[in-house]
C-alpha cells in the first residue's frame, strides 16, 4: 500500500470536504464548521493553522491532519483529523499522525504533541492510545444541540514517543 504525505493543496480542498460522512463526524474533525463543510470553511481554517498536510494512497487524497498548535520546543496540537471512509481501517490514520508527531518533534523541537477527542468519537478514542499518547484533561463541551460532551485531551511526550516504535518512510 503505497502512502506518501504532502501539504495540503487548493485542489485537495474538494475532496477532503466529502470525508466527513455525516455532521457528527464534522463536529469531530472541525467542530466550529457547518454542515456540510465547505471549501471556503477549510480554507479559513489552514490559513490559521500550520502544517496542513494530506495523505494519498496509490495518489488519491485520503487524510488530512494539521495543527492549531505549534509552540517551537513548546507543543505542538494535532487537528482537523479526517480519513476518506473508503480508506479507514487500512493504515491510513496511523501514517498520517505518525508523520505529524515526526513533524512535530523534528520541525518545531515540540517537547509534546497533544491531540484531542470528543467521548462520542469511540474509533478516535480507542486509535490514539495504540499510538503512545495518554489522557491528561477533560474538558465540558457542548455538541451542536446543546448537549453536554466531553472533550478528552491526550499527550505524547518527546521521551515517550522515543520508546514507542514507529516506522516512518
Known sequence: MPLA?????????PLICVFP???DELFFLFPKASHPLTPS????AIAQRSDSTVVELNSEVVGFANFYRWETGGRCSIGNVIVSPAARGRGVGRYL?????DLA?????????TVSCFNQNVAGLLFYPKLGFRPYAVEERQDRKGNRVALIHMRLTRNAARGTPR???
Open 167 to 169: 516506522e516512518i518512510t
Open 105 to 113: 518533534f523534528s520541525k518545531h523541537q515540540a517537547a509534546e504533541v
Open 5 to 13: 504525505h504532502r501539504p495540503v493543496e487548493e485542489k485537495d480542498l
Open 21 to 23: 460522512r455525516s455532521e
Open 97 to 101: 499522525i505518525e508523520w505529524m508527531i
Open 41 to 44: 470553511q477549510l480554507r479559513d
